[in-house]
């Protein structure tokens, strides 16, 4: 592994990059954690070298966005589950930029606990990724890991009542289910035990009814 590479992805230092021109530099090299350079300047949130990184050679960017480390997460995987908003709509962008289909592989791409991209957004709460990522895709809204949970059910067995809303109105099609046999009614339930989640919300009909 070239350290003077990831060294400078990680401190964001583009003049090394633009020094070498690319010359000579393995972009498709990993950690021992089977991180890529992509996985690194993602986790950074340093949208300038992401940029750099993928314009040094363009040839190698299909691969590289869907490349996957030992956990089974890409580059997108990481910058939703950290919200980086800017980050997400590069990779994105960048994907849209290829053949029609690197943009469904990577967004529909799934980890080994077979959580999207979407599932890691919602998870934590970034709104203005999740929204980005159903604008690109409303099917990711369909997906459920290996526990049994769709995006719906992570949005509200969180809290994340906004997050819940919001992929109602846009993906009415979304899948409602969620772990141990349990649906999004089931967390609702047990979440307004606690407090009403819905009580100053326009709740959707459909989630009321159970539809």
């Given amino acids: 592994m070239d350290a003077g590479l990831f060294n400078a ?10 020094g070498t021109g690319g010359v000579g530099l393995n972009l498709g090299q990993v950690t021992v954690g089977k991180n890529s350079i992509l996985h690194v300047a993602a986790k950074s949130g340093k949208v ?13 960017q299909p691969s590289l966005l869907c ?15 950290l919200g980086h908003f800017d980050m997400t709509v590069l990779l994105t962008t960048c994907a849209n930029d290829q053949e029609s289909t690197v943009k469904e592989l990577l967004l529909r791409m799934q980890n080994h606990e077979k959580n999207t991209a979407l599932h890691d957004a919602v998870r934590n709460g970034h709104y203005d990724v999740v929204d980005l990522l159903i604008k690109e895709d409303p099917v990711l809204t369909s997906f459920t ?3 049994g949970e769709s995006p719906l059910f992570l949005a509200v067995d969180r809290g994340f009542y906004k997050i819940a809303l919001h992929i109602l109105e846009v993906a009415p ?4 289910v969620g772990r141990k046999s349990m649906n999004v009614l089931h967390a609702a339930v047990i979440r307004t035990k606690r407090k009403n989640p819905f009580r100053e919300l326009d709740c959707p009909s459909s989630l009321k009814q159970g539809e």
Avoid: D
């Fill in 9 to 18: 992805v990680i401190s964001g230092n583009v003049s090394f990059f633009e």
């Fill in 48 to 60: 300038q070298i992401m940029e750099k990184v993928l314009q040094l050679q363009p040839q190698l």
């Fill in 67 to 81: 490349m996957t480390n030992r956990k089974g997460n890409t580059a997108l995987h990481f910058a939703a589950s």
């Fill in 145 to 147: 890991n290996n526990a």
């Fill in 173 to 176: 099609n979304c899948s409602y």
